[in-house]
């Protein structure tokens, strides 16, 4: 009998992420190494992201969810990312709010967890280090 590992990744009642792993392994051997395969990164279509990073995404909440998956599924090669603010809100699927562009960018795209998008960033071990409000641009940092 053929074994699969289902993950399913879900904020409030929206499905994030919903994966069936087949392994090739029978019931006893699979729970003998859950663990292992806790510890392995999860493919995602944004790429791969570890089990670690999805629960966090998880707690965050739906509206950044998007944002910190893209940042959770970049190549740990990667230390840092720039991405537009339309770019982010392609991300997103949603236009970001206008503090975000407005006088108090610096504000918004601060790295506190106090704020539900600082939160999504900083769950999955990244942090803005560079915001450019007159280009529109924002330059993630892995922590």
């Not at 940042?71 to 991300?91: F, G, N, R, W």
């Not at 236009?95 to 769950?123: C, F, I, M, V, Y």
């Amino acid at each position: 009998m053929k074994s699969f590992l289902e993950v399913r990744l879900v904020t409030d009642s929206d499905v994030v992420l919903n994966l069936s792993l087949p392994t090739g392994l029978d019931a006893a051997t699979l729970l003998q190494r859950l663990p292992a395969f806790l510890a392995e990164p999860v493919s995602t279509p944004e790429g791969s992201i570890s089990v670690k990073d999805a629960e966090a995404i998880k707690a965050i909440g739906k509206r950044y969810a998007p944002l910190a998956a893209h940042l959770a599924a970049l190549p740990s090669t990667t230390p840092t990312v720039t991405l537009s603010y339309s770019e982010i809100e392609k991300i997103l699927g949603a236009d970001l709010p206008a503090t975000a562009r407005s006088t108090h960018a610096p504000a918004w795209w601060s790295n506190t967890e106090t704020h539900s998008q600082g939160k999504a960033w900083l769950a999955v071990d990244w942090k803005t280090s560079n915001i450019n409000p007159s280009a529109e641009t924002v330059e993630f940092r892995r922590r």
